[in-house]
């Protein structure tokens, strides 16, 4: 099935640095979606964003809802050593919802 | 207040065998969707469930089929199974189908097909 386009596919990063990824699509979303999974785990939902441009926080985690409806971003700020797992965008329309390869995210303390 | 509860944690199969899988919902949610994750990959819409119906599906071959129950638990059945099916299954429920009602996840199965 379609999937979005995530990047990177991974990344290594040490203690304290931000991080940014993103997530693109040919199709539009109503919601746009980001969520972290550890190994052994299901997804969890790290921030919703509901309309086209909206920029929303959780503490350190920032994420936008690009304004074609067909993009979103995730940046996290300061990382720390349990910020590591996978990071999955998500698009939803109605009861269908895509997500991306995921963003492997190594922090090295 | 107990999350979403998968079972079993981990199946083996051999090809042509059927499986079934089983999920119970967070306490107070009605609506259940199922989650094929292949190894490396992000999580593909098989189906959901509401109100004992099956209410949208993605892109998956009649093989697989589901049911939901009256106290909204819900199977997940893969017929003929084949090598390309072993994969981590999760399940999510929600309260309610709306796009905007957050899913939340129970921690899968693992199916191996040998």
């Known amino acids: 099935g379609q999937q979005l386009n995530q990047s990177p596919q991974s990344m290594f990063i040490q203690e304290g640095e931000d991080v940014s990824m993103n997530c693109t699509s040919s199709?539009?979303?109503?919601?746009w979606l980001w969520y972290k999974q550890d190994p052994g785990e299901g997804p969890v939902l790290l921030i919703a964003l509901y309309k086209a441009g909206e920029l929303t926080s959780n503490g350190r985690l920032t994420a936008q809802f690009g304004i074609t409806r067909k993009d979103s971003f995730l940046n996290i700020s300061a990382s720390i050593p349990s910020d590591v797992g996978i990071y999955f965008c998500a698009g939803r329309i109605s009861s269908d919802m895509r997500f991306g390869a995921g963003t492997r995210l190594t922090v090295k303390p | 207040d107990a999350g979403v509860t998968q079972s079993p944690t981990h199946l083996i199969k051999t090809r042509g065998q059927q499986v079934t899988l089983r999920c119970s919902p967070k306490?107070?949610?009605?609506?259940v969707s199922w989650y094929q994750q292949a190894l490396g990959q992000g999580p593909q819409f098989i189906f959901q469930?509401?109100?004992?119906?099956?209410?949208q599906r993605g892109n998956f071959p009649d093989r697989f089929s589901g049911h939901q129950f009256p106290n909204y638990s819900s199977e997940l059945n893969v017929n003929a199974l084949l090598l390309g099916d072993s994969a981590l299954y999760l399940c999510a429920s929600s309260l309610g189908i709306s796009s905007y009602n957050e899913q939340f996840f129970g921690p899968g199965t693992r199916l191996t097909v040998l």
């Open positions: 306490s107070g949610h009605d609506t």
């Open positions: 469930y509401y109100e004992e119906e099956e209410r």
């Open positions: 199709s539009i979303f109503n919601t």
